[in-house]
Structure formats: C-alpha cells, structure tokens
C-alpha cells in the first residue's frame, strides 16, 4: 500500500465531506461584522471550522461507532443525543437551510424581477422533489456532482481571492460586535454544524479504513491526523480568505448571509460569475440534502416503525416548508440550539479522545455542560463564572467537575481495593 497516496486520497475525501454550503456562507458574513478585528474573530472561527470537526473525526479511532459515542453517561441519553444530533443536520436545519441557499444563491439572482415567495415556493418544491426521487432511486448523480462540482467552486474561489486581494474592494471598518471578537468567531463556527457533522463522519471514515484492512488503532490515527491535515489546508484557506474579504466590504450594511458572499462574486467576477458561482454553490447543496435526508431516514426507520421511503417523503416535505422562511431566519432559529449542542459535543468528543473510562466523570460532566449551556440560553445571570461573558461559561465548571469526579471514582476504587 502506497501510505503517502492513501492519505492524500482520504485528505481530500475528508475535505469533501466537510465542504459544502455553509463553509462559503459563514465566514464572509463573520468578516463584515467584525471588520478590522478579521483575523482574531478567523482565529475563533478555526477552531470550531477546522479543529473541532478533526477532533470529532478522531475520537472515532477510540469509540468506533455512534451507538457508543456518549454512551457512558447512558444508553438513553445516546439515543437522545444522537436522535437531537441528527435532527440539527437534518430536517430541523442543515436540510432547510439547503433549500433555502439555492433559492437565495442560485435561483434568485436569475429571476431579480419576479415575486420572490412565488419564486421561493417554486424552487422550495422542485429542489426537494428532485431530493426524493435522488434518495428513494439511489442515484449516483450526486457523487458524480460532487466530484465535479468541488473542483470548480474552489477554482471560482481562489480567482474570488485573488482577484479580492490584487483589487481594492474597501477598507475593513469598526466591528460592530461588541465583547470578545475571537469568542464570536468561535461561537459562529456553530453554523457550518462541521464539528456536529464530524461525530457522523468519523463513522464512514473508520469503516472505509476498515475495509482497506488498517484496523491497528495507531495505524488508524495515522491516516486519519495525516489527512485531517491535508483537509485543515484547504478549509483554511476558504475561511481565512473569505472572512479577509468580508472583512474588506465590512461598510456595505445591510445584506442578508447570502447576499454578503454574492457580493463578493460580483465585486470580483462581474455578475455572470456571480451568477455562476450561486448555480455550483445551488447544485452542491443538491448534494448535500440528498446525503442528509439518506441519512436521517435510515436512523429513524431504525428508531422508530416508520418505511425508510415514507420517512425520506416526510423529512422532503418538512423540510421543502421551513426553507420557504428564508435562510436568515432558519438560521436565526438554530443558533439557541447549537449554543446548547455544541459545548456538550466539545466535552463528549474530548472524553473519548482522551479515554476517560470513568462514567461518572462522563455523566457529571454532560450533565454539568447541558445544564449551564441551558441557563446561559434562558437569559439567566451567570457573570460570576469565569468567561462567561465571552459565551463559555460551561468551561470552567466542567473542568471542575471533571477532576472533583475524576477523585471520588479514585478514593472509590481505593476504598475497594482495601
């Protein structure tokens, strides 16, 4: 086995799975708001965009599969999880937000003059008509969309950069974000749902080195480091040069998460290569709902007794009617969700890297995390916690509990062995 070939291949496999919409989105949006303060909000927006996701990925090397990923606080409360899990990336948000991305993308800048609703229910029924028929036939038009469109959404992208660079688009101004702008990256990162994402992923990497023979657990880590890396590269470099972009049009007020990166096509390619760019980026998340809705489909029809294909026709239909709401506004909806999600991923994904066997610290530590995670969002006052004003007031606490559980399983154990 050619080793260097191999992890070149998973690299660039890994960094498919994690591109799609939402990485192209996001970070320009990031850029406009924070201005001048571009590169320490980025770095927040690097370790949920880039480092949270690798870190998902390979805790699976520990685990092994999502049935026991947060199993040790409970079997109950995995299912629970993993059920909240999979609704998040699917029909409750990323799916919706699918729909509503080509709409705003790649249909409406074609149809500038006609009835936007009408426009946005047309689209809403054919995008996740053409979904169902995808997922129910199993068509491989979507990998061989894949396969193509990558390449040439990066290429409109470095000819955005370069072009953004060489050009004088503007001159970042003030953020008009108030508090600690690296904690308002980090806490931005949520909407690409990558490091969510990565809990589901880690599952098909694991198998896919399984099924070439690498089982040996450092073998695994190898490979899977190896090609994080190689994928940190290319996600890097999307974040760092549209969130410097952004930053560069942070005096345009006013336009929609869509709109900001639309801009920047336009200012860069003209308005055919806006229009251009909204069609690849539409088509990839063709790509990218057909997957999700495969997805919760067949964990539903697991969890509950309901066919695959009626659940896929469900979840088409649920979906193609919270897209029509608009992508600010689904994304406006998720972000109390992610805020609670998120900080209890970070710790469950941290416990299984390290290979804390102990229950109780995994329970208490959950638990502490969901419960504070829960506050913070309920609007109650938590100022007397370390950084609880930058949005991480479950830090501390879990850190906290994590060593005080970490000691009473020791003096159990001990008390036992006497």
């Known amino acids: 086995m050619n080793r ?14 994690f591109f799609g919409a939402g990485n192209l989105l996001f970070p320009p949006s990031v ?24 870190l998902g990925i390979l805790a699976f090397t520990k685990v092994g599969s999502l049935d026991e990923f947060a199993n040790k606080v409970s079997n109950k409360f995995n299912i629970l999880y993993s059920t909240i899990l999979i609704l998040v990336i699917g029909p409750l948000f990323a799916i919706p937000r699918t729909g509503s991305t080509t709409f705003e993308m790649g249909v409406l800048p074609l149809f500038p003059n006609h009835n936007p609703l009408f426009i946005a229910i047309a689209t809403s029924v054919l995008f996740f008509g053409l979904t169902l028929f995808l997922v129910l036939n199993e068509s491989s038009i979507t990998d061989i969309l894949g396969k193509f469109l990558t390449p040439i959404i990066l290429t409109i992208l470095i000819l955005i950069t370069v072009l953004g660079i060489t050009n004088d688009l503007g001159t970042p101004v003030k953020s008009v974000i108030q508090g600690n702008q690296f904690s308002y990256g980090f806490i931005s990162g949520y909407q690409t749902m990558d490091a969510l994402a990565s809990v589901l992923f880690g599952v098909i990497i694991i198998r896919g080195l399984e099924g070439k023979g690498i089982t040996d657990s450092k073998e695994q880590k190898f490979f899977l480091s190896n090609a994080g890396f190689i994928a940190a590269i290319g996600l890097g470099f999307i974040y760092l040069s549209l969130i410097y972009l952004g930053a560069q049009i942070s005096s345009l007020k006013g336009l929609s998460t869509a709109q900001t990166t639309l801009t920047l096509a336009q200012l860069t390619l003209g308005h055919i290569g806006k229009v251009a760019f909204g069609v690849c980026v539409a088509a990839a998340c063709l790509t990218t709902s057909v997957g999700l809705v495969a997805l919760a489909s067949e964990w539903f029809s697991k969890l509950i007794n309901i066919s695959y294909k009626k659940l896929a026709a469900i979840i088409c239909l649920f979906s193609a009617v919270l897209s029509v709401a608009g992508l600010d506004h689904i994304i406006s909806l998720s972000v109390p969700v992610l805020v609670v999600l998120y900080p209890v991923t970070i710790v469950l994904i941290l416990l299984n890297i390290f290979g804390v066997k102990n229950h109780l610290s995994f329970k208490f530590v959950v638990i502490t995390t969901l ?48």
Request: glycine share 10%; net charge negative.
């Open 371 to 418: 419960l504070i995670s829960i506050a913070e969002i309920c609007g109650l006052n938590l100022s007397f916690i370390p950084f609880a004003k930058e949005g991480f007031a479950w830090v501390i606490p879990a850190l906290v509990v994590f060593i005080l559980s970490t000691l009473i399983k020791s003096d159990v154990t001990v008390s036992e062995s006497i």
């Open 31 to 54: 850029g406009v708001a924070v201005g001048e303060n571009w590169f320490q909000a980025g770095l927040g927006f690097f370790l949920t965009g880039i480092g949270l996701p690798l």
């Open 4 to 17: 260097k070939k191999e992890v070149l291949i998973l690299g660039f496999a890994l960094f498919s799975m």
